[in-house]
């Protein structure tokens, strides 16, 4: 590669080369300051943990590419671990159980996005409505009381390994090729990117607005629900008080993979490599004993960093851009 294609690479790849390099960096100063951060079973704890983010977010990057947010998330993958578990509670097959909670979840995203498709309703509005009402509808069911169902030989191997590796992180790593596939090699990812950057543009030539965004929410639903069912396996009930903030994570690993708020712009690999930094971010904290509350603070300003690098990243793009031209 000549040192153009280089210079050329790495300006394209800036973001993700940063996030190998942070995630290098964070390694190396938990690993000799947080006792046991860099064993087994850490890092096994960390790919659980990265699998939890990253499933939702695989969704969330075609939500924040095509210039929607969607705040339900943590909500969601709580009522459905409590919905699943009622079903197993009440000896539901698991054959019909796990499709009926991915079916609910789909079904609830779906409904936001008709709500922002067709009755004009700002995703941040819809999605927030969603989410109150999906915890207050969890608590209530449970009356915050955690769900337990007989032992369930499938949903113990969702919460085991699979050749020494996580299951979550397995289902996740495969769902990351079907959604890199999607965005990059589908008619419906680059819709997503044209609605994104100008829906009045990408409607005029042809692309129905309204059906990408019905099932850029659909699909969100869809995986948020695969989150609960996974969590579901791991706590071994169902709890609506789970994955609190869950959304808040999804979206600063998304913004830190480099996907414009604005739109239009994002990338897979990004949001994953996104994910490993909050997870490790979040262990290490753990590990040295800092308050769990200042952890929140540092979530807080980790997004806000993530957001201002994402701004000047863009701008610096556009300048090379200007001056290539």
Not at 14 to 41: C, D, K, P, Q, R
Not at 107 to 131: E, H, I, K
Not at 229 to 234: I, M, S, Y
Not at 288 to 309: D, H, M, S, T, Y
Request: aromatic fraction near 8%; glycine fraction near 12%.
């Amino acid at each position: 590669m000549s040192m153009g294609g280089v210079s050329s690479f790495s300006a394209k790849h800036m973001n993700e080369i940063g996030l190998v390099v942070i995630i290098l960096l964070l390694y190396l100063v938990f690993g000799s300051t947080a006792h046991g951060f860099t064993s087994a079973n850490n890092q096994l704890t960390i790919l659980r943990d990265v699998a939890s983010i990253g499933i939702a977010a695989w969704a969330m990057t075609l939500v924040i590419v095509a210039g929607e947010i969607d705040l339900s998330i943590g909500p969601m993958v709580a009522f459905i671990s409590v919905v699943l578990a009622f079903m197993l509670k009440a000896n539901v097959p698991l054959i019909a159980a796990i499709p009926a909670a991915l079916a609910v979840g789909a079904a609830f995203g779906t409904l936001a996005g008709v709500l922002r498709a067709y009755f004009d309703v700002p995703s941040f509005v819809a999605t927030l409505g969603l989410w109150s009402a999906l915890r207050g509808l969890a608590l209530f069911m449970t009356n915050a009381l955690p769900v337990t169902f007989n032992e369930n030989a499938f949903m113990e191997r969702l919460a085991d390994e699979v050749f020494g590796i996580p299951t979550s992180a397995v289902v996740m790593l495969v769902l990351f090729v079907v959604f890199v596939m999607i965005a990059r090699y589908t008619s419906f990812g680059r819709s997503v990117f044209a609605v994104g950057g100008n829906a009045n543009a990408a409607h005029l030539c042809g692309i129905n607005v309204k059906r990408v965004r019905v099932i850029i929410f659909s699909i969100s639903g869809l995986l948020s629900a695969a989150t609960g069912v996974l969590l579901t396996a791991r706590l071994g009930s169902g709890n609506a008080g789970a994955a609190t903030g869950l959304e808040f994570d999804v979206i600063a690993a998304v913004v830190i993979g480099g996907t414009s708020l604005s739109g239009g712009r994002g990338s897979m690999l990004g949001t994953m490599l996104g994910a490993f930094v909050i997870t490790l971010i979040g262990d290490g904290l753990v590990l040295r004993g800092i308050n769990p509350f200042f952890q929140e603070v540092v979530r807080g300003v980790i997004i806000v960093v993530a957001v201002l690098a994402n701004l000047m990243a863009t701008r610096y793009r556009g300048q090379r851009t200007i001056r290539g031209n």
